[in-house]
């Protein structure tokens, strides 16, 4: 728990979640006379996910949203320029951020049950301490 997954991680599950599915190409009396059967290997998913990415990227790049539906959805958002107050801070006069577009990220059904089920189970390992049960008892 509390662990970093990074894309080699993430590349692996996928790979070991599709462990016995296999891609078929051929088939067509015309072209192949016989079917092949290939693995989905870690470079397949791998590409498969950076071009995933990509296209997330370009999308949001022409502004428009993403939505998998009962996963996630992703907009951009734009944000005007605020003005912050720098009463606190002597020797600065005025402190602007710029007006910027950034990224909102909504969860969706699948995301949000996965997250009860993880305070779930957090709550019945973690009932011998007060604080987290009385935290957990609030919900």
């Known amino acids: 728990m509390d662990n970093e997954l990074h894309k080699k991680d993430i590349i692996n599950k996928i790979s070991e979640k599709l462990i016995d599915e296999k891609i078929v190409i051929g088939g067509n009396k015309s072209f192949y006379k ?8 870690q470079k397949i998913i791998g590409n498969v996910l950076d071009a995933f990415w990509d296209v997330i990227a370009e999308v949001i790049e022409d502004g428009d949203s993403i939505k998998l539906y009962n996963y996630i959805k992703i907009e951009p958002r734009y944000y005007k320029a605020v003005k912050l107050n720098a009463k606190g801070f002597p020797g600065i ?18 995301l949000k049950e996965a997250c009860r089920r993880l305070s779930q189970k ?15 008892e609030g919900e």
């Open 93 to 110: 006069k005025e402190n602007v951020v710029a007006a910027r577009y950034r990224m909102k990220f909504i969860m969706g059904e699948r």
């Open 122 to 136: 957090k709550c019945s390992d973690d009932t011998s301490e007060n604080t987290e049960a009385s935290e957990c």
């Open 34 to 41: 016989r079917k092949y059967h290939l693995k989905y290997t």
